[in-house]
């Protein structure tokens, strides 16, 4: 076996481990890989044991990823900080955006999604660790752009996701997902995601409810900024 098709099987192990112990269905749980700074090649690995869903972060990087895998069935996640100016070829070349943080974004998403693409599936960003310099919207703000993204065409509001400051405390690793599933409750909308969970934390995600979680270094490897 490759390494990551080795990897992809002791994931999944954690996933169906974590599930059987807080009583869920891993049905419920998607796996996406994070496959930013790979190679495509590493993408087809995967996809060859039955992996289909990728989130990417930096967008000429996933386009050009895009355009080597165009002979496979991927379905194609945006998980990185996005810039206005960048919103068209996101709203053209993916399924689901999980780092949607303001309502410039989200408007310009909604308007710039081909009509003949299915709504974009959204998630919002929800800073849920009290660092003000992180992305994602504070508590207080997400009601308020919740409504206002329900109102768009053209794109689903499916739920919320978020990246809490790493811990290896298990007990603060639960909070903060608690907190976003908290957070998605009290919105009273009919919400079906919680993007919530990576390599280091994935078994308190899925305790608190995680439905996807999103998975890089366990998968594909520590990541290599070194050429950049
Ligand atoms: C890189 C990244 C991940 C994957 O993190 P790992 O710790 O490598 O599993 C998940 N989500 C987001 C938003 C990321 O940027």
Redesign the pocket.
């Known amino acids: 076996m490759s390494t990551i098709a080795e990897n992809i099987a002791k994931v999944g192990a954690r996933i169906r481990e974590a599930a059987q112990a807080s009583g869920r269905d891993c049905a419920g749980i998607g796996l996406?890989a994070?496959s930013?700074t790979k190679a495509a090649a590493a993408i087809r690995q995967a996809n060859a044991c039955g992996v289909a869903d990728f989130?990417e972060?930096y967008l000429q990087e996933a386009l050009e990823k895009q355009r080597e895998l165009t002979d496979l069935a991927l379905t194609w996640h945006f998980?990185?900080p996005i810039q206005s100016n960048k919103t068209k070829p996101i709203a053209e070349h993916f399924a689901w955006v999980?780092?949607v943080d303001r309502l410039k974004v989200a408007e310009r998403l909604s308007a710039q999604r081909p009509p003949h693409l299915p709504p974009l599936n959204i998630c919002l960003?929800v800073n849920v660790s009290f660092e003000p310099s992180k992305s994602g919207c504070s508590p207080d703000e997400l009601p308020a752009l919740a409504q206002a993204v329900t109102q768009l065409p053209n794109i689903r509001l499916r739920g919320l996701?978020t990246?809490p400051e790493?811990t290896d405390d298990r007990a603060l690793q639960h909070a903060a997902f608690a907190r976003l599933r908290e957070l998605q409750n009290s919105l009273n909308l009919d919400l079906d995601t919680l993007?919530m969970g990576?390599?280091?934390d994935?078994e308190a995600a899925i305790a608190e409810g995680a439905t996807w979680v999103?998975?890089?270094?366990?998968?594909?490897g520590?990541?290599d900024y070194s050429h950049d």
């Open positions: 996406l994070v930013k989130g972060n998980i990185g999980h780092s960003q996701m990246i790493p993007s990576m390599s280091h994935l999103r998975i890089g270094t366990a998968l594909f520590a990541r």
